[in-house]
């Protein structure tokens, strides 16, 4: 026994130091706290499932890897099956794997019925699985086996995978699931995970252990981000002929909001090379402090991409790495670029989910996909910190949707299989897609582009405002001007509590230069704007609440039916959906007030 405890120590011992807070396990090297805490937390009843849900960027590979180690070492089980969503998943999870000294086989194909000898086990795709469970289950119940299933929420994208996956592994010694976003846009159960009623009823998943990126970002494991947002006027065409136009970020109807977000994501536009030339002068600042920061811009589909990466190769004289599919060849190019010291890397969803390049500091949110899983994942790729004091800032366009994920960023959540009877009044916020969607090309508004076709005309930018834990700073510009420039310029080496700081300071400098400031054609102000629809307002002020209830319940730790039954309580009145004009104002007051104070 001795000598297997001290096969699983080597093995640790190749595990990167990580910080704020170094703790040991056992006799192995020391780990993050959490990680420490998770394990602990495993040997004590050693279950035969076990789902941990760590934000991104916290170490769930290093923590499955320790604890993989330690059951080989112990003789639990003598052979590693690690489930990942995509090829270049599988490759990473190889190569962490060798550095422990765990030899898992990434190119093992369905075809080739067993791994070899001179492996422990493979790394292999859901879709895989899903194609054929029975190589799968033979290997599994060939001897005893370890399952980390990574990313376990995609183990209900498709119904063959579901399936599959249990036929698959069914009888496994063990199953380690993890996750950094354990939650779906859809009611499709996760094989292996539990649930329970929460306390309105709906079944959700229940995690053996969490690490959120609230205390993540207080160990100073992750980075706090900064979400820099862009709005601007938009103008197209449709089929019959007539222009159209919206300012980004307006409250208007959806398909008009999706047809204007993406006329600003058009690279023949101006909204797009002027928040590119934006975010690369911040990229520019972080790497004073930072001098591998890296670059990522998110596209849609692969003709945008090109075209954002000539646009950046005219700003900084330098060609971007471009990642266009999940191939071999994209996983070369993805760790290339992790090794080097360029500036910029465009991709097409590929980069949004598990993919591991530390040094990306700086994003461009450059598509239309806005379910919360899929934003989780994107924001996931710059919140890795390696050391103290970096920070991430993230550039997206200033629309509704978006503008809520950003706010509510630290929200935990868990996946439903349930939707409550009052879905629709405010106090419970769905996920607005299917998970698999988050995956394809985006298809808002698609009924109504195919009888209007998409023209992009015209798109100008001006910055709109920076959101950071659940504030909101900045009273708008043009771009290049002082106002965009005092945040683009903060420092990319900050502690959270410096990051607000800061941010407070610029606010009250921009209001001081505000106030100070005369009209220069000496015109009297403009008038308010016109009274609009009482709808229109109704849905703002909804917005608006759900907003603040969602941040609230971060902070405080309640769930959203019981904050908004608690303003009802103090403000009086029905629920949000038959509520008035000044019953929601009275509600926002009161949650305005509270956060306020809290901070």
């Not at 794997?97 to 001179?118: E, L, Q, S, T």
């Not at 509510?408 to 405010?426: C, F």
């Not at 023209?455 to 510009?477: I, M, N, P, W």
Request: glycine share 8%.
């Amino acid at each position: 026994m001795q000598q297997a405890e001290n096969a699983g120590n080597a093995a640790a011992e190749h595990l990167s130091p990580a910080f704020p807070e170094r703790a040991a396990w056992g006799t192995a090297s020391k780990l993050r706290a959490w990680q420490v805490e998770a394990l602990t937390k495993y040997f004590e009843t050693e279950p035969r499932d076990f789902l941990a849900a760590a934000t991104p960027g916290a170490g769930k590979t290093t923590f499955a890897l320790r604890l993989a180690t330690e059951l080989l070492a112990r003789g639990t089980v003598d052979r590693i099956v690690v489930v990942a969503p995509t090829e270049h998943l599988k490759r990473q999870w190889a190569d962490s794997a060798d550095r422990v000294g765990i030899r898992i086989d990434p190119m093992f194909k369905n075809g080739d019925g067993m791994f070899g000898r001179h492996y422990q086990g493979v790394a292999i795709t859901y879709a895989q699985v899903g194609m054929n469970p029975e190589v799968h289950q033979k290997i599994t119940e060939g001897g005893r086996t370890l399952v980390i299933l990574d990313e376990v929420h995609h183990g209900g994208d498709a119904l063959t995978w579901g399936d599959g996956i249990r036929e698959a592994f069914t009888k496994a010694t063990r199953r380690l699931s993890l996750s950094g976003t354990p939650f779906r846009s859809d009611t499709a159960p996760i094989p292996f995970v539990q649930y329970a009623p929460d306390e309105q009823g709906i079944r959700t998943s229940v995690s053996d252990y969490n690490y959120g990126y609230g205390r993540a970002l207080k160990d100073g494991v992750v980075r706090p981000v900064l979400f820099m947002a862009y709005a601007g006027q938009m103008r197209w065409k449709t089929r019959m002929g007539d222009e159209m136009s919206a300012s980004l970020g307006e409250q208007v109807t959806k398909d008009i909001t999706a047809q204007a977000w993406r006329t600003a994501l058009s690279p023949e536009g101006e909204w797009m090379p002027a928040v590119l030339s934006a975010a690369d002068k911040r990229l520019t600042e972080v790497r004073r402090g930072v001098p591998d920061a890296g670059g990522l811009v998110i596209a849609t589909d692969t003709t945008t991409a090109r075209a954002y990466a000539r646009i950046l190769q005219q700003i900084t004289g330098e060609r971007p790495t471009v990642v266009l599919s999940d191939e071999a060849a994209g996983s070369s190019r993805i760790q290339a670029y992790a090794e080097d010291t360029s500036r910029w890397m465009v991709a097409v969803r590929m980069v949004s989910e598990g993919v591991d390049v530390p040094r990306l500091c700086v994003g461009v949110y450059a598509t239309s996909a806005s379910t919360p899983l899929f934003f989780a994942q994107v924001i996931g790729r710059f919140v890795r910190a390696r050391r103290r004091g970096e920070t991430a800032s993230v550039f997206l366009p200033s629309v509704p949707n978006l503008m809520a994920l950003a706010a509510t960023l630290e929200l935990e959540r868990d996946h439903a299989l349930d939707r409550p009877k009052d879905a629709d009044d405010g106090m419970y916020n769905p996920e607005d897609a299917m998970v698999a969607e988050a995956n394809k090309e985006d298809r808002a508004s698609e009924s109504l582009l195919e009888v209007q076709p998409f023209e992009a005309l015209d798109s100008q930018a001006s910055f709109d405002r920076v959101l950071y834990d659940g504030g909101e700073f900045g009273t708008g510009g043009e771009v290049g001007s002082l106002e965009e420039l005092d945040f683009i310029g903060i420092p990319g080496l900050l502690e959270p509590d410096q990051v607000r700081d800061l941010l407070r300071a610029r606010q009250a400098t921009q209001a001081k230069r505000s106030k100070g400031r005369t009209a220069k054609d000496g015109l009297p102000k403009p008038k308010p704007d016109e009274a609009r629809p009482m709808y229109q307002t109704l849905k703002e002020q909804r917005t608006e609440l759900a907003r603040l209830v969602s941040i609230w319940s971060r902070h405080a730790n309640e769930p959203h039916g019981a904050i908004h039954a608690e303003l009802r309580r103090i403000s009086g009145g029905p629920a949000v959906a038959q509520a008035s004009i000044e019953q929601i104002q009275k509600r926002i007051d009161v949650l305005r007030s509270r956060i306020g104070n809290r901070r």
